[in-house]
C-alpha cells in the first residue's frame, strides 16, 4: 500500500471515528432527555392513581350519602301518611 493510499484510509477512518463520536454523544443527550421525562411521566402517573383513588372514594361516598338521602326520604314519607 502507497503511502498515499495509506494517509486516505487513515483519513476515512479518522472521519468515520468522528462520526460515530457525535452519534453516540447525540444518542447519550437523547437518552438523558427521554429518562428526564420517563422520570417526570412517572411522577405525574403516580399522582394520577393517587388522585383516581381520591376520586373513586369520593364518589362512593357520594352514592353511598344518596342511598342514605333516599332511604331517609322514603322512611318520611311513611311517617307522615
Known sequence: ???DMARKEVTRLTSQIERL???LKYAR??????DKY???I???RNTL?????????????C???KRVGEVVDERTKVETR
Not at 443527550?29 to 427521554?34: S, Y
Not at 383513588?53 to 364518589?59: H, N
Open 1 to 3: 500500500m502507497s503511502k
Open 21 to 23: 463520536e457525535r452519534e
Open 29 to 34: 443527550e437523547c437518552n438523558k432527555v427521554k
Open 38 to 40: 420517563w422520570h417526570n
Open 42 to 44: 412517572g411522577v405525574e
Open 49 to 61: 392513581k393517587e388522585r383516581v383513588e381520591e376520586l373513586e372514594t369520593e364518589l362512593y361516598f
Open 63 to 65: 352514592y353511598r350519602n
